[in-house]
């Protein structure tokens, strides 16, 4: 699929010149949790998904492409991290935090449960225009993450993959790494370079999320 950049509303750094905004997205807030379809928010304008292995580094990505430290981390009181996490950017344009895979200490049937949601609110979402895959660039692609992307890829969904955690690895060794996962996914997915905590890969993690939220497709 070719997404068509198109502005829709985000105040980017350049509408300010001279300082930096605490934020791009200043009416960002959290909306709600969510453990069934029934539960989650009206279908309605575009969201983009983020999805990775537990751990990865999901909360800590978001934080940083929406600037705002601590944002995700705000609806993690403990229970809730295992539920779709809803958040508003801008004017019916949200974020959705899904639940980490690969969790080792959850039993079979919530784990039946989880897979039951994830695959439902792919199938189902309307509003659904992007997912942002976590990957730690020192694990690579799991089978979770081939799985999660064959959802997206089910419904025309175009992937994202940040390979974050960057900062953990040399120059030359984080560079093969991104290759190697260039090479397996050819043009199933665009692929870069991320870290949390040096903020790296920042602005183009933002440009991709605004693509999915804006393009005309
Ligand atoms: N060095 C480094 N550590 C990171 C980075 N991103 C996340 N971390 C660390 O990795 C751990 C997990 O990060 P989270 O952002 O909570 O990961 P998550 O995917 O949201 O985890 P769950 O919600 O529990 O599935 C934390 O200790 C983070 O500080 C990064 O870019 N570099
Ligand atoms: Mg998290």
Same mark, same amino acid.
């Given at each position: 699929m070719t997404l068509k950049p198109s502005d829709c509303g985000a105040k980017l750094y350049t509408e300010f010149p001279g300082h930096t905004p605490m934020s791009q997205y200043p009416e960002a807030h959290f909306i709600k949790s969510a453990d069934a379809g029934n539960q989650f928010p009206p279908d309605t304008g575009r969201e983009v998904a983020v999805a990775g292995r537990s751990n990865a580094g999901k909360s800590s990505a978001i934080n940083v492409i929406v600037n705002r430290r601590q944002f995700a981390?705000?609806? &993690?009181?403990?229970g809730r991290t295992r539920l779709v996490n809803f958040f508003h950017l801008r004017d019916?344009?949200?974020?959705v935090d899904l639940p980490g895979y690969g969790y080792a200490r959850v039993s079979e049937s919530k784990r039946r449960h989880w897979g039951d949601l994830l695959s439902g609110y792919f199938s189902d979402r309307q509003s659904l225009r992007g997912l942002l895959m976590i990957v730690d660039i020192r694990r690579q692609l799991t089978d979770y993450?081939?799985?999660m992307m064959a959802f997206a890829e089910a419904v025309d969904v175009?992937?994202?993959i940040l390979l974050t955690k960057a900062d953990?690895?040399?120059?030359?060794?984080?560079?093969t790494a991104l290759l190697a996962?260039? &090479?397996e996914l050819g043009d199933r997915a665009t692929v870069q370079q991320f870290s949390a905590l040096k903020k790296r890969g920042?602005?183009?993690?933002?440009?991709m999320l605004e693509l999915f939220l804006c393009a005309q497709q």
């Open positions: 981390r705000t609806s &993690k009181t403990p019916d344009r949200r974020l993450d081939r799985r175009p992937v994202h953990k690895l040399k120059r030359g060794k984080a560079a996962v260039q &090479k920042e602005s183009e993690a933002r440009e």
